[in-house]
Each structure stands twice: as structure tokens, then as C-alpha cells.
């Protein structure tokens, strides 16, 4: 179709491979992490050179936290590190932020520094930088469904008026445009529980290389291979 986009408005990424990026170079695994965030701040600036709209970064799921508490502790304190040190420089270069996934249920003073910057970046329109933290998608659709529930319950929504529109407007990313195009690095090929709903029409790229390598000319390269593909939605 001549219509089509050829380059995504959304881009998600699950960002995969720190840990065996730190192996191959005998290194602690938090180093891979360390470096891993260092690559997140530079792909969220390439992501803004190159015209993508809004870029979702997986960075906790609600199955991380089976992790061993050292390196729980380590990611989140890598995250403090990030808001302190690289949210002023993102909102100097017009880049809102968002999170997503159940993160007031971390620390108190982690959830205060994430309020900060919400506030501190919420006029912000150059491009959106999502963070999906301690994010589950099962667990963002089912609360949607619990929302509906309880509208049916009280009378102001009948069960045979729902409508797939009515589930994705109580999803965290109902502000956003819908996700185009999602990858995953260092070779895995599965979803881990991210952006499910959101997923369902999106091109899927699985690249073999590991997070802290990826960088500006690999988001290239993904933007250019979406300008090639054909979205049918189903259709013909």
C-alpha cells in the first residue's frame, strides 16, 4: 500500500543481552547493566535524530524481581543513577518521559526522583522516552479488564458494548501512538510479557546482537528494513 508509513511513529525495545555482553568479557554482570544504560541514553538520542516519535525501553518486568537480590539492588540503583545524572540533559533536548508498570511500588525515594522528572519533562514535545518499569503486560491488560468490570457492575457500561477500543483505552500507552515496530536483542525470540496487546500488528525484528552494542546505526538499519515491509493488517 503507497499510504503506508515508512518509518514508525512507536518503537519498543527489549532490551536483552547485558549480562552475556559482561560474560564474553569477563566481566561482573553488572557491568553489562552499567553499560546497558549507557546504551538506553544513546539510543534514546539517536531515536530523536532519526525521527522516531516515541521510543518504549523495557527495563524491569514484574518477573525480574525473581533475580538475586544483589543484582535487583544494583539495577535499581543504576536507575537512580540515570534520573540524577541524565534526565536533565533528555528534557534540555525536548525529550518527555514516561513510565509505565507499577512503579510506585518501588522504593519511596525512587518513586519520588521518577515523580521529579515526570514533572520536570512533562511540557517536553521534541519526542517521548518510555520506561516500562516493573511492567507486566498481563498484568496492564487484566487491570483494564477490572476497570470494565467494575463499569459493568455500577450500570454504565453494558457487557455486550465492550469493544477491543474500550480495552486498549485502560492500557498505560492509551496517550501513545500505536507501537510499529518492536525488537528484541541478542537473539532471543519471544515477548517476555511486553507490550502484548500493543504488539498485535506491530513488525517484530529479533536481532542477534547484544544491548550494550546496539547503537545508532542499528536503529537505523531496523527503521530501514520497516520502510520495506508491507503492514496488511490482516488484509490483502
Known amino acids: 500500500m503507497s499510504d503506508q508509513p515508512t518509518s514508525p511513529r512507536h518503537v519498543a525495545i ?7 555482553w559482561a560474560k564474553k568479557r569477563l566481566l561482573p554482570r553488572m557491568a553489562g547493566h552499567k553499560k546497558g544504560v549507557d546504551t538506553a541514553k544513546q539510543v ?3 531515536a530523536l535524530d532519526l525521527g522516531v516519535e516515541v521510543l518504549t525501553l523495557y527495563a524491569f518486568s514484574t518477573e525480574n524481581w525473581a533475580r538475586p537480590e544483589e543484582e535487583v539492588s544494583g539495577l535499581m540503583g543504576l536507575l537512580k543513577i540515570f534520573i540524577q545524572r541524565d534526565v536533565r540533559e533528555l528534557s534540555e533536548r525536548g525529550v518527555r518521559l514516561k513510565v509505565i508498570g507499577n512503579w510506585r511500588a518501588l522504593a519511596p525515594d525512587l518513586v ?3 515523580e521529579d522528572a515526570l514533572t520536570q519533562t512533562a511540557g ?3 519526542s517521548t522516552l518510555v520506561i516500562a518499569l516493573n511492567y507486566g503486560s498481563q498484568a496492564e491488560i487484566t487491570a483494564s479488564v477490572r476497570r470494565l468490570a467494575e463499569q459493568v457492575k455500577a450500570g454504565a457500561l453494558k457487557p455486550d458494548a465492550i469493544t477491543a477500543d474500550h480495552i486498549a483505552q485502560g492500557l498505560e500507552t492509551a496517550d501513545l501512538p500505536p507501537l510499529d515496530l518492536l525488537i528484541r536483542t541478542s537473539g532471543e525470540v519471544r515477548l517476555s510479557n511486553f507490550l ?3 504488539a498485535a500488528y506491530a513488525e517484530m525484528l529479533f536481532v542477534e546482537t ?7 546505526a542499528e536503529l537505523a538499519a531496523a527503521l530501514d528494513g520497516f ?10
Do not use: C, H, S
Open 227 to 236: 520502510g520495506e515491509r508491507e503492514r496488511r493488517y490482516g488484509g490483502l
Open 14 to 20: 527489549i532490551m536483552d543481552g547485558n549480562g552475556r
Open 112 to 114: 519520588v526522583l521518577i
Open 44 to 46: 534514546a538520542y539517536a
Open 124 to 126: 517536553n514535545t521534541a
Open 210 to 216: 547484544l544491548w550494550p552494542d546496539f547503537g545508532k
Open 196 to 198: 502484548l496487546w500493543q
